[in-house]
């Protein structure tokens, strides 16, 4: 079956290091997302990519790189800039292109970060 | 900008009862509307969707009506049951294919 894998689903960063989240997909979508989820909030938007080799940065950017040299994989690095990185990190991807504002988000099930 | 405002939560409700979450919109040109339900734990699931003006999105007893002139797509069902118990979002996609979420409302179902 087709979908999103984000792994691991528990992650554990000490401070000062940095932390890579992985999200792969087989929906043959051309668009990737991720969010950051904080207890009790919405979604923040971190960075997005509509191609291969090309991104954009979110509403919260900072502290965050992405890289997307493969269609199905769209990784996620948290770095040591990033003060408060405990949080819930969830990738998501959709079709891409004019005319099909119709297609929603498909989800991975999700990342904790934990800094301990 | 477009955006979309949800009632906030947490709603508790008891089995059986009748739900609404309200959810408004702004957005310019002419969006397509969406809720995702997350359980605990979990990503985010399409629970239904509406794409252009009355239409009516229905799946799992859920349903919501994408209703222009009120800018709304509030969600109901007419039967709770503990299995719903879940946090439930209204999402906005806009013709740029941008997705606009509302903050999420809590949903707790009690025997």
């Known amino acids: 079956d087709g979908g999103i894998t984000q792994s691991p689903k528990y992650l554990f960063r000490k401070e000062g290091q940095n932390v890579t989240l992985s999200c792969e997909q087989n929906l043959n979508h051309d668009a990737m997302y991720w969010y950051r989820q904080d207890p009790g909030q919405g979604l923040r938007l971190i960075y997005y990519s509509q191609i291969v080799n090309d991104f954009q940065k979110g509403d919260i950017a900072e502290g965050y790189s992405v890289s997307r040299e493969k269609k199905e994989s769209f990784p996620l690095t948290v770095t040591s800039a990033q003060k408060n990185p405990t949080a819930f990190y969830l990738c998501a991807s959709s079709i891409s292109g004019t005319g099909i504002s119709s297609y929603g988000y498909t989800f991975g099930s999700g990342t904790r970060l934990t800094v301990v | 900008g477009d955006s979309v405002t949800q009632m906030e939560g947490p709603v508790t409700l008891s089995e059986e009862a009748f739900l609404t979450i309200n959810c408004t919109y702004t957005?310019?040109?002419?969006?397509?509307l969406f809720w995702y339900v997350q359980y605990p734990g979990e990503g985010l699931q399409l629970l239904l969707k509406a794409t252009k003006a009355d239409d009516k999105g229905s799946n799992k007893g859920f349903e919501a009506t994408y209703r222009k002139e009120t800018t709304s797509f509030h969600l109901e069902k007419g039967s709770v049951q503990v299995s719903d118990s879940a946090v439930y979002f209204c999402?906005?996609?806009?013709?740029?294919?941008?997705?606009?979420f509302g903050t999420g409302t809590s949903l707790t179902v009690i025997p």
């Open positions: 999402a906005l996609k806009d013709t740029g294919n941008q997705f606009y």
């Open positions: 957005a310019t040109g002419y969006p397509s």
